[in-house]
């Protein structure tokens, strides 16, 4: 695996940071023909099935250079520094939760600046390529880093999250205990179909939930949670080891039932249940259960607990 080599290259990401924070984020529509890819900009995607972030850029050969070979080293490094300034907006666009991105956690902390830096230099170059724009060529470089794991986005940002843990073992996550039901409950909550309700006298354990979010407007981000429809929290905000969100994220996302079933987080017998429109966050990443799913979730989570291991998998469309 190449990581990318360039002269100055210290020099020349420093700048780029202050170039990419003026000109801005731009977030378009997810692609419709991958699972959970969002485009960041022109040139930059976040892969959330993959967990990668991606960028391009592009070098022109010049013309007036004598040998070919160093022409095209040229428009190389160049097309290098620009996937680089692309990479780091699209890192910059990374919903971390429900009101804050990269760009938030960049503004306001040299530490992670510098983390994000040393990310860019380590970024791999996936592919470089010739390629011809009308009578001219050029050389497009295609970089990536991961989301999480060693020396991803997670690792420069995560920690700086309020109320990022200390290192504990999961064993010791204590079960989120269930709330007492509304007196109220909401008579249009859809029914889940799971055939199996909370109290089933089969005890085979639960082991994940999957939410049905389809068409409620949520987006992707590193750090969702669920909540009632009043806002108020049902899982999210967890005290954990934090090597294990770094590595793992607290939860994934997947773009229908039958390919959420498939990821090793659902285990042999997911709770589905479906998530209801609108939400009470800023980038509407959180997503929202009804009164009684909420409670429901939290009965069996004190009974099998798969909520305290991060078994949670969101299904969006690949449009959203």
């Known amino acids: 695996m190449n990581s990318i080599k360039l002269r100055d290259l210290r020099r020349a ?18 692609s419709q023909t991958g699972d959970s890819v969002q485009h960041i900009g022109n040139r930059g995607v976040i892969d959330w099935t993959a967990g990668e972030l991606k960028a391009n850029g592009i070098g022109a050969i010049p013309r007036d250079v004598g040998n070919d070979a160093v022409a095209y080293l040229k428009a190389r490094d160049y097309a290098s520094l620009d996937a680089m ?32 830096q040393g990310l860019l230099r380590g970024a791999r170059i ?11 060529a050029a050389v497009e470089v295609t970089v990536t880093v991961p989301m999480y794991g060693s020396n991803s986005v997670a690792s420069a940002i995560l920690p700086a999250r309020p109320g990022f843990g200390p290192s504990v073992s999961q064993s010791a996550v204590p079960a989120i205990p269930a709330p007492p039901l509304p007196a109220v409950q909401n008579q249009n909550t859809p ?26 407007g949520a987006e992707r981000s590193m750090c969702p949670k669920i909540v009632r429809e009043d806002g108020s929290e049902v899982w999210g905000t967890v005290n954990v080891a934090p090597r294990y969100v770094i590595d793992h994220g607290i939860a994934v996302y997947a773009n229908s039932i039958a390919a959420a079933r498939r990821l090793a987080r659902a285990g042999t017998r997911p709770l589905i249940l479906r998530a209801r ?32 291991n991060f078994h949670v998998i969101i299904v969006l469309n690949p449009g959203e």
């Open 13 to 30: 990401l420093i700048p780029a940071i202050f170039i990419a924070a003026a000109c801005g984020i731009s977030t378009v529509a997810y």
């Open 85 to 116: 300034r692309n990479l780091l907006m699209v890192i910059k666009g990374v919903h971390i939760d429900a009101t804050t991105t990269g760009a938030n956690y960049m503004a306001t902390s040299s530490v992670i600046r510098a983390h994000v």
């Open 126 to 136: 996936i592919s470089t390529r010739t390629i011809h724009i009308g009578r001219d």
């Open 191 to 216: 029914v889940v179909s799971n055939n199996i309700s909370s109290d089933n006298p089969d005890q085979t354990p639960y082991t994940s939930v999957i939410i049905d979010a389809r068409g409620t």
């Open 277 to 308: 429109d609108g939400g009470r966050t800023a980038s509407q990443s959180d997503v929202v259960l009804s009164y009684g799913d909420a409670n429901r979730l939290l009965l069996l989570n004190n009974r099998y607990g798969f909520l305290n």
